[in-house]
């Protein structure tokens, strides 16, 4: 008896079509990417600039005069998001910049767009998987940072007049992750090979922010600041903790302007990659 | 065809051009419930036609229902009663056959747990039982042709699209590949369309064909009519040279193309072997070989596309 005589029944149920039609895709995307070793290893080190801000905070509740040497007030989460953005680039790389590219590479794109999905169903379940892996190394660490603050240090963080830092947090995080997430998808559907994609990724941040060191330091040219996306993110961050960054020599409105038409580009070039055919005329 | 049931997808003048380049010449047809070939050379306009009835592509002019619906305003509702094998490889990088073909019920619409325990169902079916659980990037052809088949399935389609589903496998994994779409089409009652440009693939699995050529429709209906006494076939040698033989014969309304052994004579009705006889002897030609044929349908397929006489 040949193999498929062994069954198929039919399947008359037809249930109405979910609403969140995007969140298979999400949740297979961080499957498959939380299943690599490395992976998790890089995810696990991204808290470490975390342990050492507690270490900070704990250090100054217990010697004060610590904190002439480390000041513990709301730029310390500043400060840490900043560094944290350098840890969003890389889980980008090593994490998503395959995800449209991989899909355009082996066909998998018809497996998605021929079945009950729109092109944004698609790009939202996408996005979605560095928009969680950033902000699992901005908004966690930096909410359990302020957390941690208010519990090792309550009379320096239980202040009304503080009482912005939680809200600060969540949108610079959100900004960060937001932007990084984009750029990364936006360049993975520009190529059909991971590696591409993550090395045009790196390029183009390393490498605008490259210029921007060149222009800025060299040239004293001010608005070379723009062209730099982490530079951007760090006057936003700058704007909203109070930080004084000698980096950001241009408002923090010039650089929410750039990121704002920087995120749209990136949204027009998925809008024109994500297709299920290919228009060669 | 059968004239009685209503057709699953219809298009009435459909245009359809990828920027300037016309794939589809407003062609009118219907695809009725059975399996259907849709038959023509590169470039003919097959994957355009899916595409479209996918809903990936806008017609310039003319229109498509499917299940009553247009593709193009609803196309959620079209795909979801759809099941389609693309040509291209389909497969994503780190999946097991099992988590994909699941994976691809979900995006169907399937609870997860129904995807699951469909998946399975469905790789048994298909043959891929026992390597359900390998990566699909370890698969041969053959395998992968299988996956694509089973995740074209999983959801249990209304109408299934197949895209040249035979393409890269060796002759054995061909006639397998053909027997699992039959059997599909018969023993389950799923509607298919058949796209392809072998005619053997299709004249196996299809009651119904399309021939497209140049965007536009050369033949349709279906393969036994198409391939039935229409025209009186016959596999003739001649001894020496045939040329004023055929000429003659041409002139009677004859058509003929070289066949595997000599000449593939196509007469009109009422002119039987007799003439072929009469028109030899009056040339001085010896028939060495004359055998009733049946015209296939490569024969009619080649006289679709215009090349039924001899260029």
Same mark, same amino acid.
């Given at each position: 008896m040949p193999i498929y005589e062994q069954g198929y029944r039919r399947y008359q149920a037809? +249930?109405?079509?979910?609403? !969140?039609?995007?969140?298979?895709?999400?949740?297979? #995307?961080?499957? @498959?990417?939380?299943?690599?070793? +490395?992976?998790?290893g890089l995810l696990a080190g991204s808290f470490l600039p975390f342990v050492v801000r507690v270490v900070q905070i704990y250090?100054?509740?217990? &010697? =004060?005069? #610590?904190?002439?040497? @480390?000041?513990?007030?709301? *730029?310390? &989460?500043?400060? &840490?998001?900043?560094?944290?953005?350098?840890?969003?680039?890389?889980?980008?790389?090593?994490?998503?910049? /395959?995800?449209?590219?991989?899909d355009l590479r082996t066909g998998a794109i018809l497996a998605y767009l021929s079945r009950p999905l729109t092109r944004r169903d698609y790009v939202i379940g996408k996005l979605l998987v560095p928009l969680f892996l950033t902000l699992a190394v901005t908004l966690v660490p930096g909410l359990l940072l302020y957390a941690s603050g208010l519990a090792l240090a309550p009379e320096l963080y239980l202040k009304w007049e503080l009482a912005w830092i939680a809200p600060a947090i969540i949108a610079h995080s959100l900004a960060i992750s937001l932007?990084?997430?984009?750029?990364?998808?936006?360049?993975?559907?520009?190529? *059909?090979?991971?590696?591409?994609?993550?090395?045009?990724?790196?390029?183009?941040?390393? /490498?605008?922010?490259?210029?921007r060191l060149v222009l800025q330091q060299g040239f004293r040219q001010k608005p070379a600041m723009l062209l730099s996306v982490q530079?951007?993110?760090? !006057?936003?961050?700058?704007?909203?903790?109070?930080? #004084?960054? *000698?980096?950001v020599v241009m408002a923090w409105g010039w650089a929410a302007l750039?990121?704002?038409?920087?995120?749209?580009a990136c949204l027009a070039i998925l809008r024109s990659r994500v297709r299920a055919v290919e228009i060669v005329t | 065809m059968a004239d009685s049931e209503a057709p699953l997808v219809e298009f009435d003048g459909l245009a359809v051009s990828y920027g300037l380049v016309q794939a589809l010449g407003g062609v009118t047809g219907a695809f009725f419930p059975g399996p259907t070939g849709l038959l023509g050379p590169n470039g003919a306009g097959k994957t355009t036609l899916l595409k479209t009835l996918l809903?990936?592509?806008?017609?310039?002019?003319? /229109?498509?229902?499917?299940?009553?619906?247009?593709?193009?305003?609803?196309?959620?509702?079209?795909?979801?009663? @759809?099941?389609?094998?693309?040509?291209?490889?389909?497969?994503?990088?780190?999946?097991t056959a099992a988590a994909f073909v699941a994976f691809a019920g979900e995006l169907s619409g399937l609870p997860r747990d129904e995807a699951i325990s469909r998946a399975h169902e469905v790789l048994y079916y298909v043959g891929l039982g026992e390597?359900?659980?390998?990566n699909v990037e370890t698969y041969s052809t053959g395998m992968k042709q299988r996956v694509k088949l089973a995740q074209a399935l999983v959801h249990d389609p209304e109408l299934l699209l197949l895209d040249e589903p035979t393409n890269g496998l060796d002759p054995q994994g061909r006639e397998e590949m053909l027997a699992l779409i039959r059997d599909v089409a018969t023993r389950r009652g799923m509607s298919l369309i058949l796209c392809s440009h072998l005619l053997h693939d299709v004249e196996r699995v299809c009651d119904q064909v399309i021939v497209l050529n140049q965007g536009q429709i050369a033949r349709q209906g279906e393969v036994r009519e198409l391939t039935g006494a229409r025209h009186q076939v016959f596999d003739v040698r001649f001894k020496g040279d045939a040329t004023a033989v055929l000429t003659d014969l041409k002139d009677m309304g004859a058509d003929w193309r070289e066949g595997d052994?000599?000449?593939?004579?196509? @007469? =009109?009705?009422?002119?039987? =072997?007799?003439?072929?006889?009469?028109? !030899?002897?009056?040339?001085?030609?010896?028939?060495?070989?004359? *055998? =009733?044929?049946?015209?296939?349908?490569?024969?009619? &397929?080649?006289?679709?596309?215009?090349?039924?006489?001899?260029?």
């Open positions: 037809r +249930a109405p079509l979910r609403q !969140a039609r995007f969140w298979p895709i999400t949740r297979e #995307a961080l499957r @498959l990417v939380l299943s690599k070793r +490395a992976f998790l250090v100054v509740t217990r &010697f =004060p005069e #610590a904190g002439r040497l @480390l000041p513990i007030d709301g *730029r310390l &989460f500043g400060e &840490f998001l900043n560094q944290q953005v350098g840890f969003t680039i890389l889980l980008a790389i090593f994490g998503a910049s /395959g995800l449209v590219a991989n932007v990084v997430s984009l750029l990364t998808l936006a360049i993975s559907s520009l190529s *059909r090979s991971a590696r591409v994609a993550g090395l045009g990724l790196f390029g183009l941040i390393v /490498g605008l922010e490259m210029v530079t951007n993110l760090r !006057a936003l961050g700058a704007a909203l903790f109070g930080l #004084a960054d *000698r980096e750039v990121l704002t038409l920087l995120s749209l | 809903g990936f592509l806008q017609p310039d002019r003319g /229109g498509m229902t499917a299940f009553g619906k247009d593709p193009t305003r609803e196309p959620l509702e079209v795909r979801r009663r @759809l099941g389609y094998m693309p040509e291209q490889d389909c497969h994503i990088p780190g999946m390597a359900r659980y390998r052994d000599g000449v593939r004579l196509f @007469l =009109p009705e009422g002119q039987g =072997p007799e003439t072929v006889f009469r028109v !030899a002897q009056q040339c001085g030609v010896q028939v060495r070989h004359l *055998r =009733p044929g049946a015209e296939t349908l490569e024969d009619v &397929f080649l006289r679709a596309l215009g090349h039924e006489i001899q260029d």
